[in-house]
């Protein structure tokens, strides 16, 4: 591959005789790993500007009609992501002459924040021919990557770097595209309850300042006709910014709905039929036949899918095929691999052995190390063993030896059956697929996966520490140090993410545990810590971050008093009496449970607290006694905690995922809704779904409210 700095141009055709169709490739890095961008790409003319609309390809219109440029979506990468774009340059219109690929943030973001920006191209086989690298990015919140040109009936890419501050309406404006803008700034959030259509614009006021609409992104007017060849067509436009009253996410390529449509069976005792039936399973090996097989098809069928599940594993992009039951030599038995998945890229084999567990059955070490052993004696690259348990960093999921003699190494990883239901659910509901029969494959999956006879549930046990241990925190018997007090905090993490993963995959964006620690410490220290802490206070505790927001969610299980407690902290804003302070709050929990707890916060201290049920007639009650500013509000939620360690009904596991999809759905998501408001002028058109934080309103709604006398 050849590499080339800012400004160079280098022709394709001279690169690769299979250069009529390539594919680019935009990828970043992020230290925190929640740093992202979205990828366009303008069809322009000899005039350097699109001809239509329809020349204008972004996450909402991602494909040619005619085929020339196909957005293919993202792909993770080991410390990013990859933006890729299908450009068939033989069916690329004559009367385009450039073809710009280009990519932009979103909100208070810019480029920055992100590592090793990198575009290449490869042609049609998948091999790399260019690249080119940011390494000057700073403050610019949209980037020009680099560009395919016409020159004598031959494709060359240029590499161009060039950045602005001014976002995607900024890039955008260079080619045709103007952003009408009738305020600097929305003036604050609508009154919490007003419901809006979707697409339709939101009125919002300010202090002192007549009603304003949100900045709406309209057409250019046509260009000044500059010669015969001139286009009186009107521009692109960038999508209008709208805001919805839930977290939105974006439709990317097909996407299924969410409202099931209205089936034709006479009576509700007829089931639709599915690709993946399940009814008949009825032993252990039954099931991890079939799961593997089900979950191997479905990855070799939707590349998508395959591609996000073995990229962090170090597999490339490439045509993939996948086997089950495979006999491999081993001694003086042969073993037999629960699956095979093998990559091809470039003429370059990437293979992984597969060992599934279903039905909370335990890996068995015998097993994996023979594969591990298998792997390295014939060249595999990787053992990927899959099961209903949820890995840990710094604990392994079995207990392997390895020969530091060979040369060849073997990486072993690990899926749960969550994650894949999790990445399955993020494509079909949020991200979208190359084609409809894609998302229908991967919907019949998610309803494999979820039968109650597949047995692919995810983490569903606490472990055998669990009940002893519970009892000593009850009957205050348990000591300290106790080494059994470790494995609970372990199975209780492996929980958390699993929490983590299943409200990510119904929001559409990552949510992540919070470490109490610094990124690099040991985390068997810091499991040992949390192990001491249970047995003094008897409590297990976790934070989760959901992406696009600022503020935590605190999760407590109290084992002394059965309860779960799921909190949020929201900062009261500045500039606004206590007492409106408090009726906008209340007014922006409606909808909200009525035995939620609201306590206000002091900058010493905690002040009065009480239930939705008991303030909402007097509001009052919230005020601190001896007048002391309020810095903000705690809002709880207390449930009933499960005793059993498992993930039936009354189980602990169970209550735990209830009562953060209770607290969320009940209270956060309302508090999200009201709090997302669109991003300034000339922002990205996502800005403010993606960045809506907990935040009650602007403190020129306080002064707003203020002067109302409230």
């Given at each position: ?40 790409v303008l069809l322009l003319d000899e005039n350097g500007k699109v001809r239509t609309e329809n020349d204008f390809y972004f996450y909402n219109n991602p494909a040619a009609a005619d085929g020339s440029v196909q957005l293919l979506g993202k ?29 932009s943030q979103y909100g208070d973001a810019s480029f920055g924040d992100l590592d090793d920006l990198r575009m290449t191209v490869a042609d049609r086989s998948g091999e790399p021919l260019v690249g080119f690298s940011i390494e000057d990015a ?569 002067g109302r006398g409230e």
């Open positions: 591959m050849q590499e080339i700095v800012k400004g160079a141009n280098v022709s394709l055709t001279a690169l690769s005789e299979d250069a009529g169709s390539v594919v680019v490739s935009l990828s970043w890095t992020s230290a925190t790993g929640a740093g992202d961008a979205d990828v366009s792909t993770p990468t080991e410390n990013g992501d990859e933006d890729r774009i299908g450009v068939d340059l033989a069916a690329v219109p004559q009367d385009v002459v450039c073809i710009v690929v280009a990519a700073s403050v610019e919140t949209a980037f020009i990557f680099g560009e395919l040109y016409r020159r004598d009936e031959e494709w060359k890419f240029r590499a161009v770097g060039q950045g602005y501050e001014t976002g995607l309406a900024g890039l955008a404006t260079d080619f045709g595209i103007t952003v009408l803008e009738e305020a600097d700034e929305p003036g604050a959030l609508a009154e919490a309850g007003e419901a809006e259509e979707p697409g339709a614009l939101a009125e919002v006021g300010t202090a002192g300042a007549p009603e304003v609409e949100v900045p709406e992104v309209v057409p250019a007017e046509p260009a000044a006709p500059s010669g015969p060849a001139s286009s009186a067509e009107p521009t692109a436009a960038v999508p209008a910014q709208t805001r919805g009253r839930a977290p939105r996410t974006t439709k990317k390529k097909t996407t299924l709905p969410r409202v099931a449509k209205k089936s034709l069976a006479e009576n509700d005792t007829w089931r639709p039929a599915r690709l993946f039936p399940v009814p008949t399973l009825k032993s252990d090996r039954e099931r991890e036949v079939r799961a593997t097989s089900v979950l191997l098809s479905v990855m070799e069928q939707v590349p998508e899918f395959g591609r996000r599940l073995t990229a962090a594993f170090g597999a490339p992009a490439g045509r993939m095929q996948t086997f089950t039951e495979v006999s491999l030599p081993h001694g003086d038995t042969p073993k037999r691999p629960d699956g095979v998945i093998r990559v091809e890229r470039a003429g370059k084999l990437w293979t992984a052995l597969v060992e599934t567990k279903t039905n909370g059955n335990p890996l068995k070490a015998e097993q994996v190390q023979a594969y591990m052993d298998i792997a390295a004696r014939r060249g595999y690259e990787a053992v990927i063993t899959l099961s209903n348990d949820v890995a840990l960093e710094g604990t392994a999921m079995v207990d392997i030896k390895i020969d530091g003699r060979r040369k060849h190494k073997v990486g072993l990883w690990h899926l749960s059956w969550a994650e894949v239901a999790h990445q399955a659910q993020m494509l079909i509901r949020h991200e979208g697929v190359g084609n409809p029969a894609h998302a229908w494959l991967l919907q019949e999956l998610l309803e494999y996966l979820q039968h109650e006879n597949s047995g692919c549930h995810g983490f569903q046990n606490m472990g055998p520490a669990w009940v002893p241990v519970r009892n000593g925190i009850e009957d205050e018997t348990l000591d300290l140090g106790d080494t059994r007090a470790v494995e609970v905090v372990e199975s209780w993490e492996r929980l958390v993410r699993q929490v983590c993963l299943r409200l990510g995959g119904e929001l559409g964006q990552k949510a992540l545990p919070v470490q109490g620690t610094r990124r690099g410490s040991d985390a068997r220290a810091r499991r040992v810590a949390a192990a001491e802490r249970l047995c003094a206070e008897g409590r297990l505790s976790a934070e989760l971050r959901i992406e696009g927001t600022s503020s935590v969610i605190a999760v407590v299980a109290d084992l002394r008093t059965g309860k779960v407690r799921t909190s949020v902290d929201v900062p009261a804003p500045e500039g606004s009496y206590p007492l409106v302070i408090v009726k906008r709050l209340l007014r922006l929990l409606a909808e909200a449970p009525a035995d939620l707890h609201v306590q206000s916060l002091v900058a010493e201290g905690n002040g009065p607290r009480g239930t939705l049920e008991r303030l909402r007639p007097e509001p009052g009650d919230l005020l601190p006694k001896d007048g002391a500013p309020l810095t903000g509000f705690r809002l709880t939620l207390i449930k009933g905690m499960g005793a059993g360690r498992g993930n039936t009904e009354s189980g602990f596991i169970r209550s735990v995922d209830d009562a953060v999809d209770r607290f969320h759905q009940g209270v956060v998501a309302h508090l999200n809704a009201a709090g997302a408001r669109p991003g300034p002028p000339g922002g990205h058109p996502r800005a403010a779904p993606r960045r809506a934080e907990l935040r009650l309103w602007s403190g020129a709604v306080g002064q707003r409210d203020a």
